[in-house]
């Protein structure tokens, strides 16, 4: 299987400040058609994950454009400009290249 | 908008089976793949099952393959997962996902539901 592997798995933050979180595969995430399926997704306490990013960099509705997603092959990025109250969480990267889909261990977002 | 509201959670003893359901609206269920994912108490999530728009391809995680089974009524609009021999691992909860594609290449999960818990314990 594809290991995920997300860094940092906690992230203090201060408000108004960026922050940027890594995920790495352990194998190209290229698929034949030449997409790269990697999202990201958002899960606030007690509630289901919402996507925000797919295919690396596209936003899904409704996401503000705060989040940012980047990366390449096995090295991919999601940035938060000026982290807002509403971004504490945790988030996981996922890959939907190879079966089966795999996700990161998830990396917690906290206020200062 | 796309709804998906998963029933049939619970507490189960070991060994013991149990049938999850997922009713879907808003959108053209027979167009797109569905999934269920699981994540356990205090832990992250893991994709669980994958079934195709026709419901002619599905594929499971090592764990639960032989044991579950994924399947769905498009008369219905509802998506199912039945859960046999199950184990104290299997404790989480359990959420369905719709794919924003057919479900026979890739995985994208673009909407997810509230979940339903299920405890396995004796």
């Known amino acids: 299987d594809v290991v995920m592997t997300q860094s940092p798995l906690s992230l203090p933050v201060t408000l108004g400040q960026p922050a940027s979180i890594s995920c790495r595969s352990s194998?190209?995430?290229?698929?034949?058609?030449?997409?790269?399926?990697l999202n990201w997704f958002h899960q606030r306490p007690g509630q289901s994950p919402r996507r925000l990013i797919y295919?690396?960099?596209n936003r899904d509705s409704g996401v503000p454009d705060r989040f940012s997603g980047s990366g390449s092959g096995t090295d991919f990025t999601l940035k938060i400009s000026r982290v807002e109250a509403e971004d504490v969480g945790l988030y996981y990267c996922m890959q939907g290249t190879h079966w089966p889909s795999t996700f990161g261990q998830g990396t917690k977002v906290e206020i200062k | 908008q796309v709804q998906l509201v998963e029933s049939g959670g619970g507490v189960v003893q070991p060994g013991r089976s149990l049938r999850l359901s997922c009713a879907a609206s808003?959108?053209?269920?027979?167009?797109?793949?569905m999934h269920w994912v699981r994540q356990a108490p205090g832990k992250g999530l893991e994709w669980v099952a994958v079934i195709s728009y026709d419901g002619i391809y599905k594929y499971y995680t090592d764990s639960v393959r032989g044991r579950f089974t994924i399947s769905r009524d498009n008369s219905k609009n509802t998506l199912y997962l039945q859960m046999n021999s199950l184990r104290a691992e299997d404790t989480a909860v359990y959420y369905c996902?719709?794919?924003?594609?057919?479900?026979?290449?890739?995985?994208?999960?673009?909407?997810w539901g509230q979940g339903t818990p299920v405890t396995v314990s004796s």
């Open positions: 295919k690396v960099s």
């Open positions: 194998q190209s995430l290229v698929y034949s058609d030449g997409n790269t399926y």
């Open positions: 996902a719709k794919d924003d594609s057919s479900g026979y290449y890739y995985v994208s999960l673009d909407y």
């Open positions: 808003g959108f053209t269920f027979n167009n797109y793949g």
